[in-house]
């Protein structure tokens, strides 16, 4: 069965520190996977979109990590802002266009 | 704004009545895509169309039904409701037929509450 995992299921940070998040996933057979930032009682924002052969990718103050051998990505927030305060989500696509979501990460940045 | 527009905003309803959702996607995008997100479920993928055509099927109950119109905008029909029915219902759009590179664009979703 397609799973994936995300760990802390929430967090809190002080404003301006770093924190890292992680997905682990038993897709198979992969296609891709993405990083979503949803904002309480809004759709998802796309942050990330990572294939088989990248292994990380930026986007701002978001970069992820993808290791396809041990089916594990991260996402790392660098200088943290009020505005991140959100779900982060992680969806693995298979080649058959399905679609395995992960519970999400709440991220809470304090002042 | 993510140029995803959706119909209603909020929809309250009883058990066992049926309601439809709107979907328009960006200007340009081919397929439409819808997902539910319910409190102890988290998000789930229901289905993808691709130009007027199923593209993708996921978790999407036999009651629940989609389909897109020549102008590429989306419903999402939902019958014989029940209470755990209640939920976040979003719609994304891509600008092709979902490639593994392919950026999705959700809209603000409709609220849905069966009481």
């Known amino acids: 069965k397609n799973q994936v995992e995300q760990s802390p299921q929430s967090l809190i940070i002080l404003e301006g520190k770093n924190c890292t998040l992680q997905?682990?996933?038993?897709?198979?057979?992969?296609?891709?996977l993405r990083w979503y930032k949803q904002d309480t009682g809004r759709g998802p924002v796309s942050l990330t979109i990572?294939?088989?052969?990248?292994n990380t990718k930026s986007n701002g103050r978001y970069t992820a990590t993808l290791d396809a051998d041990t089916k594990q990505s991260s996402l790392h927030i660098t200088a943290s802002q009020l505005s991140d305060s959100a779900s982060y989500i992680c969806?693995?696509?298979?080649?058959?266009?399905?679609?395995?979501f992960g519970a999400g990460t709440t991220v809470t940045v304090r002042a | 704004d993510s140029g995803v527009t959706q119909t209603p905003k909020h929809l309250i309803t009883a058990t066992g009545q049926r309601v439809t959702l709107r979907c328009s996607p960006r200007?340009?995008?081919?397929?439409v895509y819808w997902y539910q997100q319910s409190l102890d479920q988290g998000l789930q993928f229901l289905i993808q169309y691709y130009n007027g055509e199923e593209r993708a099927k996921g978790n999407i109950l036999e009651r629940f039904s989609a389909q897109q119109f020549p102008d590429l905008h989306s419903e999402l029909n939902l019958s014989s409701l029940e209470l755990g029915d209640s939920a976040l219902y979003f719609c994304?759009?891509?600008?092709?037929?979902?490639?593994?590179?392919?950026?999705?664009?959700f809209g603000p979703g409709t609220r849905l509450l069966v009481l």
């Open positions: 994304a759009s891509s600008v092709a037929s979902g490639g593994p590179q392919e950026t999705q664009y």
């Open positions: 990572m294939t088989f052969s990248e």
């Open positions: 969806v693995v696509s298979s080649n058959d266009y399905k679609l395995s």
């Open positions: 200007s340009g995008d081919l397929s």
């Open positions: 997905c682990n996933y038993t897709v198979s057979p992969f296609s891709n």
